[in-house]
């Protein structure tokens, strides 16, 4: 063969391997116990059928049409892919490191490449989607290289930095030496209605999914008050009517009870933490259909670390941390008695994901109310309902399975042994499979 022929046939092998590796063969999961995310009551031996990513057929039996790769799940139960619906894909937890030396000395690069880590951890635990609620470029970033297949992770939908005001809890100069500066610290600050509008349509321009908002202060950021409304009901109903106008969602961080009432009347679509929120406030939440993203996973761990290491959280925040984060647990029992939505959210961005699951129904959730929070709820929450958190015909094949009915067993939520997203395989038996 001479080298002309030779390269014409290496070229016709790829271009054949490439076909072949393009054609996804249908996948059948056989389902021991199914609980489909919709609310329905679980199913015994289910089969879902699954083309490409999407999830083509759900039926009772084990079916094995020729052709078709036989996933056996039949010993487990299949429940839909979780979302997490507040999490900052660069955050360590904060035990690790001491949070102001690290901000000052990792760059946005450095933070992306902590952040795949994180986000490939995060899929392994079982979370399919996730909503960062505050970061900058490169959660854009990696939100692309993850929908792009060039990193394993959720489904991101993305916040850019939180919006609020000058010495607010997004404000990245308080606490600083003031002559300290980076470009893009600013790019979260509102101090008016106008400046409110304009930041909207820049996030949007930069990759935003949705609008993150600090009204009130915050407890992990130096000199704000967690008890103060800081942004005027003016900007926040600028905020919401901008966002909405443009096709996204207004996440609010929120403490005091007044300050939630005003951003729920301003509009916002999720109110998180709400830790001082009254039966009245939730009564108000409950009229706009507004939810509740409790978060009492960052609560649990920072109150640890301001017990055990107050050295390594930002200048004089431990005070806070322990004079506030008891009080969404307390609360959560009246805002599961008040009927309002609940979705699912950790504010973390290392660690387990699945802590969460636990600490609800510690205080006061049914676990299949839980689980519900973090399939059904979240991905309404979401705007993605007609996608995800959910196994039905249509929806993205992001499925998950658990060695025991969650609802009798609910500590096997935190023991994922099988992750699928968009029908490929990241976790097998526990174990990662070849592509993580
Ligand atoms: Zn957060």
């Given at each position: 063969m001479n080298h002309t022929l030779i390269a014409r046939l290496a070229a016709a092998l790829v271009l054949a391997f490439t076909a072949e590796s393009s054609f996804c063969a249908d996948i059948v999961i056989h389902a021991g116990t199914l609980i489909d995310g919709t609310g329905a009551a679980a199913r015994q031996k289910v089969s879902i059928s699954i083309h490409d990513d999407k999830i083509t057929a759900v039926e009772d039996g084990f079916k094995s049409p020729a052709g078709a790769q036989v996933i056996d799940l039949s010993g487990a139960t299949v429940l839909p892919g979780f979302i997490d619906c507040h999490v900052h894909v660069t955050a360590m937890l904060p035990s690790r490191t001491n949070s102001t030396e690290y901000w000052?000395?990792?760059?946005?690069?450095?933070?992306?490449?902590?952040?795949?880590?994180?986000?490939?951890?995060?899929?392994?635990?079982g979370f399919t989607s996730a909503r960062d609620v505050g970061g900058g470029d490169e959660s854009v970033a990696l939100r692309n290289a993850i929908d792009a297949g060039k990193i394993p992770g959720p489904r991101l939908m993305v916040s850019l930095e939180p919006l609020g005001p000058t010495a607010g809890h997004g404000d990245p100069r308080s606490g600083l030496d003031r002559d300290l500066h980076h470009s893009g610290w600013e790019n979260g600050i509102?101090?008016?209605?106008?400046?409110?509008?304009?930041?909207?349509?820049?996030h949007r321009r930069r990759g935003a999914d949705l609008i993150k908002v600090m009204p009130s202060g915050g407890i992990a950021s130096t000199g704000d008050d967690p008890r103060q409304q800081l942004m005027t009901n003016e900007e926040m109903r600028v905020v919401v009517e901008t966002a909405h106008s443009l096709g996204m969602k207004v996440a609010a961080h929120i403490y005091p009870a007044p300050a939630i009432e005003n951003a729920v009347r301003a509009g916002v679509d999720s109110v998180e933490h709400g830790s001082f929120a009254t039966a009245q406030t939730f009564a108000l939440m409950k009229s706009h259909g507004t939810y509740l993203v409790p978060t009492l996973t960052v609560f649990d761990l920072y109150y640890a670390a301001a017990r055990d290491h107050p050295e390594l959280l930002t200048p004089g925040t431990a005070p806070k941390e322990l004079a506030n984060d008891l009080l969404p647990k307390k609360n959560l029992p009246l805002a599961i008695q008040s009927g309002i939505k609940i979705a699912y959210g950790t504010d973390?961005?290392?660690?387990?994901h699945t802590l969460e699951f636990a600490l609800l129904i510690a205080n006061g959730m049914k676990p299949i109310d839980a689980l519900l929070a973090a399939t059904r709820n979240a991905a309404d929450l979401l705007g993605r309902a007609d996608r995800v958190g959910s196994i039905q015909s249509g929806r993205f094949a992001d499925i998950v399975a658990v060695p025991a009915d969650p609802v009798a067993q609910p500590d096997a939520l935190r023991h994922v042994t099988f992750v699928m997203k968009g029908g490929v395989v990241y976790r097998s038996d526990g174990r990662p499979t070849s592509l993580d």
């Open positions: 000052v000395t990792h760059s946005d690069i450095d933070r992306a490449f902590d952040a795949q880590l994180f986000v490939r951890q995060m899929l392994q635990q509102v101090d008016t209605p106008e400046q409110a509008r304009i930041r909207v349509r820049e973390i961005g290392e660690g387990d």
